[in-house]
Structure formats: C-alpha cells, structure tokens
C-alpha cells in the first residue's frame, strides 16, 4: 500500500500526528498492534491497520517502502520494537525515517540503525514550555540555522513609530518579515507603515537580537 506517510505506534503522540497530518489533507497509513486503537482512528486516516510492525513480512504486505516518510512513533513501553522498527523500514529501503526517542541513548540507537531524524517530543514541549515561560512575549519561534524566525510582541517604545524609524537592522539586526494584526497578516510590511499596539511582529535574525525585542515589550 502505497502512501506519503505512514505512522507506525499509535500512543498519544502517534495518535495525534496521525490525525493532524490527515486533518492537513495528507494520505496517512497507519499500524499498530492494538485493535482498540486501530479502530478509535480509522475513520480519520486512509488506511489503518493492525499488524506487527517488527514483522517483515506484513510490513513488506503493507508495500511500506514505497512510503515516502514513516515516523516510528512506538514509545517507551516498547523500545525493542522501535529499535527493530527502525531497522527493517532501513533494510527496506524506506527514504525517510523519523524515530521517536525517549532519550538521548535510545536516539544515538536509532540513527545507528538507520533513522534519518530523531525527534523527542517530550523534550521538545519541555524546551517550548521553558521559552513561554521565561519569555513571554515572545510566542511560536523556528530556528533556521543559526537564525530563529520568531513571533514578539510589539514594545511599547514601537508604537506610533514606522519602520525607517525604528531601525530594527540597524539597531538590533533583525528583519520584519510580517506584522499580525488582528486576523490580517501584512507579509513584507512598507517601511513607512506604523506599528500598533496590539500588532505582532515576525521578525528573523540571531536569537540573542529577538530576545533582547522580546524583553522591551
């Protein structure tokens, strides 16, 4: 069976990625050994089923290496099985294996045995929770590179003021590539525009310059 993802463990977190990538219009296979779980999400995805995903034979049934994206989402209460998951989607030939690890042993196995990406969501929640927290002003941000692609509040020293004004490259180095207010989105704001009180900036540059941003408002 042919798709562009497949997950394969269907805990809360396979559960959830299952559900968001089908809600996002995506063909998604899923597999897991528990019928309950199986048929709490059938009706969602395109396919599910049930079967040992450490049995080569239905995984090869399932033609999974004509898949081109799996995540191996079997949590802690199963590392053997993630671990030979891992390995036979590999031994397969899948082009894209994303594991899920429990922690920073089980990942090093994981690329060992052949995953592309190795993801921690528990630890990943953690790192957001700890930004929201310490910052927050600062709301959703992506890293890219060694820049970060961030959500801030607008200080209230901006207010009033357009962007020549502002000088944001110049004092902060840092760019605005859009200004959210309301329910608008204005991507590639005009220098002359003026920043409101209640506007979010997006802003990219080094996440030392975005914080600094983040801590006036």
Do not use: W
């Not at 528990?34 to 969602?44: A, D, L, R, S």
């Not at 995903?53 to 049934?61: I, K, P, Q, R, V």
């Not at 760019?175 to 989105?185: F, M």
């Not at 005009?190 to 979010?200: L, M, W």
Request: charged share 20%; glycine share 8%; proline share 3%.
């Amino acid at each position: 069976m042919a798709g562009e993802f497949a997950v394969i463990g269907l805990g809360q977190f396979g559960m959830a990625l299952a559900k968001n990538l089908a809600d996002q219009g995506q063909s998604v296979l899923v597999i897991d050994n528990n019928m309950e779980h199986i048929e709490e999400i059938k009706g969602e995805v395109e396919s599910a089923v049930c079967v040992d995903s450490t049995d080569e034979n239905a995984l090869y049934g399932l033609r999974i290496e004509k898949i081109s994206c799996c995540v191996v989402a079997i949590g802690a209460n199963s590392l053997q099985a993630s671990i030979l998951t891992t390995a036979l989607l590999s031994q397969m030939g899948v082009p894209r294996i994303i594991g899920r690890a429990v922690n920073a042993l089980h990942a090093r196995i994981l690329h060992a045995v052949g995953a592309t990406e190795v993801v921690d969501p528990e630890q990943e929640m953690g790192l957001r929770l700890a930004r929201r927290l310490s910052q927050p002003s600062i709301g959703e941000q992506l890293q890219l590179g060694s820049a970060t692609l961030a959500e801030v509040e607008t200080p209230q020293a901006f207010v009033g003021k357009n962007l020549i004004e502002l000088e944001l490259r110049k004092r902060f180095r840092v760019s605005v590539l859009a200004i959210r207010r309301g329910d608008e989105v204005h991507v590639n704001p005009h220098a002359t525009d003026e920043i409101e009180a209640q506007d979010i900036l997006v802003l990219i540059g080094q996440p030392e310059a975005v914080k600094k941003i983040g801590s006036l408002a």
